[in-house]
């Protein structure tokens, strides 16, 4: 008991360090243009590798490498709850990578939702482009703040908490999100509770369900099977 109460005093101000470093880090220089010579599913993996990650010769860069034209034709391919999203991270667009940014594009079908789910390393602001949706995000003492916004409204989703869109109008809706993370992170709540494989016994427990409906989830959420 002592020695841990002891250990966890010695770790509570290394924690709260940990968390106010907790963003991306500061550029050391204008940008940086990850070089093509090198995998760039290290700027997916590895938030702070991405930062030391070799640069394009400043030489070799254009007006070609600040620019993203992948939206422009983007034709939604809503999944079956009616979301379909870009997301324009540096993996799409070299450019961003170093600056502690990126994007994305949804678009809601007429009654889709975009599952309750949180950003582990990103506020994300959102401007509703087009159409109207039930939009809000959950606090650490589990109060919601959500309500219909509509096209021209902007609205915000602090970093790490759980938050959720549907559209509640009767034409698809579009959403332009912005988050201050090259590597915002998702983590969906359902698949990451019933498509995980957490035990189902803790699952029971956890949520006073029965085998059947536990196995109902999972069959709902678990990860699908690449053929
Ligand atoms: C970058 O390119 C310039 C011009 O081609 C060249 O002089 C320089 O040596 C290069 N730097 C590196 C680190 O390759
Ligand atoms: C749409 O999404 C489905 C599954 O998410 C995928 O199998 C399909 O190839 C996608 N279609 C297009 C045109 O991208």
Do not use: W
């Amino acid at each position: 008991m002592l020695p841990k109460l002891i250990l966890s005093l010695l770790l509570s101000p290394l924690q709260y360090c940990l968390l106010t470093v907790a963003s991306d880090p500061d550029p050391v220089q204008d940008y940086c243009i990850p070089n093509p010579r090198f995998n760039p599913n290290i700027i997916r993996t590895h938030k702070l590798l991405s930062s030391i990650l070799p640069c394009k010769n400043a030489s070799e860069v254009t007006a070609h490498d600040f620019v993203f034209s992948g939206m422009k034709n983007f034709v939604p391919n809503f999944s079956d709850t009616g979301l379909s999203t870009i997301s324009v991270s540096p993996t799409l667009f070299p450019g961003l990578n170093t600056l502690g940014m990126s994007f994305s594009r949804a678009e809601l079908d007429v009654g889709g939702i975009n599952p309750p789910h949180f950003h582990p390393r990103a506020t994300e602001i959102a401007f509703l482009v087009k159409g109207s949706i039930y939009s809000g995000f959950v606090d650490s003492s589990n109060r919601v703040f959500a309500k219909v916004i509509q096209a021209g409204e902007v609205t915000v989703y602090p970093r790490g908490l759980v938050h959720f869109q549907m559209n509640v109008g009767d034409k698809p809706a579009m959403i332009f999100g912005s988050f201050n993370s090259q590597n915002p992170g998702i983590q969906k709540i359902p698949a990451a509770v019933f498509g995980s494989g957490i035990e189902e016994e803790l699952l029971e427990k956890a949520f006073g369900m029965s085998s059947r409906q536990i196995g109902l989830m999972r069959k709902r959420f678990e990860p699908k099977k690449a053929k």
